[in-house]
């Protein structure tokens, strides 16, 4: 199976390196997570086929496994860093070195809370309005009924959200007043990786 990066042009490996925060060795296995994740006759041409969303979704980063729940923001993700003009949020190998480099240890604060704030942004407005946050809570606290807040519960907890993080006071929080509570939250840069 070593003969996959033999396959990415050594050009194209240069610049990789050059517009992500990935070394070539990182590149390289991209390359070869992502070539297996297409069907054998199509892993010649890796770095012109889309690969469908569901087979993203088979990575081990994504799915859930007997140690951890599945990552709640795995659709979030696919959609944010597709550039699929049909919508199915299937990925190319220059959207999933994006999303690599940006979870990678290397990416920083500043491009990780523009990416986190964009997965957030449930309906793309631009915006973390009340309903975006709820979503939010929701896929932070699992789905179960026991994991649920109350109607209550779920509206004092956006109250105090948009109260500590809202301020220009506008009922919704832009993507400055989220990096102002990023840069606050130390774990924040540290835990919104992936590590292949």
Avoid: W
């Avoid at 659709?75 to 944010?80: E, T």
Wanted: charged share 30%; with cysteine.
């Amino acid at each position: 199976m070593g003969g996959s990066s033999s396959l990415l042009p050594q050009e194209a490996l240069g610049e990789y390196q050059e517009l992500t925060f990935l070394n070539k060795q990182e590149i390289l296995l991209a390359y070869k997570r992502f070539s297996e994740l297409l069907p054998r006759e199509q892993r010649e041409n890796a770095c012109s086929v889309r690969v469908p969303k569901s087979q993203i979704l088979t990575l081990p980063e994504l799915r859930p496994s007997p140690s951890r729940q599945a990552n709640p923001f795995q659709h979030r993700i696919c959609h944010v860093f597709s550039t699929s003009e049909d919508g199915d949020d299937s990925m190319s190998f220059e959207d999933f070195l994006d999303m690599l480099s940006v979870f990678s240890d290397a990416a920083t604060s500043d491009i990780k809370s523009r990416y986190a704030f964009r997965i957030f942004d449930f309906d793309d407005d631009g915006v973390l309005d009340g309903k975006d946050l709820e979503k939010l809570v929701n896929c932070l606290t699992g789905q179960g009924e026991e994991a649920r807040l109350s109607s209550i519960e779920m509206e004092q907890l956006i109250r105090n959200v948009l109260e500590e993080s809202d301020i220009d006071k506008d009922g919704t929080i832009n993507l400055s007043e989220f990096q102002h509570v990023i840069s606050r939250s130390p774990d924040f840069v540290s835990s919104f990786k992936i590590v292949l």
